[in-house]
């Protein structure tokens, strides 16, 4: 169910402003307010991802810390606020988390049957806001979140870039606490993560909020570019590929099927009706003006659509993919939102 987890502390669930009965929720707290005043207000999202690539041996993790420190150019800030920096300073990173113990503990000999994909050594994360942020102030909010969340648990490692418009800063955690616990990161675990981040970033002075996608509107990430460039350069992937398949079944009149089209509407509709109740509540909060924004904020969401129906429209609109794929061109759809349900609020 689509939420907006705000500080780290509590949820607020959308779609359970809309819905009926007892789980319908008829009040809002002032840490949700401030964090729907800054959703509508469209403040910058921050930005926190898993790196899945590498970090399950040692020469990989090698060169990932080679990468971040640039060579040896740039400063590695450490959990005990050492700042390593110079050629070999990953190898005293290595030797000093003792991961090759890891190793060890993963030897097929060691283990009563050999594991195809063994657990990773390490977590690689990286945190990012858009470009004209301080970096300054990106790393800060950095260091604070990875003292509170992981001070004398886990060991870590971090690096400001700033060589791209958007200040971003890497993490490399290791993934067994200093107990022998092992970090696992879930999709819970990455919002928490967002929130304390936004929090971390609004105590350096920085407007930062943290919001899922689907609240805002959003499905999918966008692909533009990514299926222009395919169709460009003329090979196939798995976007131009789609691209061919979905004009195909657009010449021949036929719906592409995908499994979760039902889902994903039904989650549009539910966040189209949970901000329209919600705005009605706020009203009778007496907070009219949030209010107002609200509804407005709702209608102009974005249409909810699947990668399918999203290609589909791309191809509809854009006479240069559309020609590659040879589709007819076709008007293009309603820019107004259909997930805007009835005022569930009274």
């Known amino acids: ?6 500080d780290g502390r509590a949820s607020l669930d959308i779609a359970s402003y809309g819905r009926k009965g007892p789980g319908r929720r008829d009040h809002v707290s002032s840490a949700e307010v401030d964090h729907i005043r800054r959703t509508v207000r469209r403040t910058p999202e921050v930005m926190v991802k898993v790196l899945s690539h590498g970090g399950q041996d040692l020469k990989s993790i090698g060169r990932h810390f080679d990468y971040l420190g640039r060579n040896g150019d740039l400063d590695i800030e450490t959990d005990d606020v050492r700042a390593l920096t110079g050629k070999g300073a990953e190898k005293a990173l290595l030797e000093d ?24 050594l390490v977590h690689k994360l990286m945190f990012s ?4 942020t301080p970096p300054d102030k990106v790393f800060a909010a950095v260091k604070n979140f990875a003292r509170e969340e992981f001070g004398l648990q886990h060991r870590y490692a971090m690096v400001l870039h700033t060589d791209e418009p958007h ?3 890497h993490m490399v955690i290791k993934a067994m606490s200093e107990h022998g616990v092992r970090l696992n990161i879930k999709k819970a675990t990455l919002r928490a993560w967002r929130a304390q981040f936004a929090a971390q970033l609004r105590k350096q002075g920085i407007a930062a909020n943290a919001t899922e996608r689907a609240v805002r509107g959003f499905s999918k990430t966008r692909k533009t570019d990514g299926i222009y460039r395919a169709a460009r350069r003329g090979y196939s992937s798995h976007l131009s590929e789609r691209a061919r398949s979905i004009a195909q079944d657009l010449r021949d009149g036929v719906t592409p099927y995908e499994p979760g089209r039902a889902t994903v509407h039904k989650t549009g509709r539910q966040v189209g009706n949970g901000w329209q109740a919600l705005g009605g509540l706020l009203e009778a909060q007496g ?3 949030l209010a107002r924004e609200v509804r407005r904020f709702n209608e102009e969401l974005p249409t909810v659509r699947t990668e399918g129906e999203w290609v589909a ?5 854009r006479p240069d993919l559309a020609q590659r794929s040879s589709v007819p061109l076709y008007p293009p759809p309603p820019r107004t939102n259909p997930h805007v349900g009835q005022d569930l609020s009274r």
């Open 287 to 289: 907070l009219a003006d």
């Open 129 to 132: 806001m858009p470009a004209g």
């Open 313 to 317: 429209t791309e191809l509809r609109n």
């Open 1 to 6: 169910m689509p939420t907006i987890s705000f």
């Open 97 to 120: 988390w003792d991961l090759d113990v890891g190793v060890l503990r993963r030897r097929p000999d060691l283990e009563p049957r050999k594991v195809r994909n063994p657990p990773k």
């Open 167 to 169: 200040p971003h800063a």
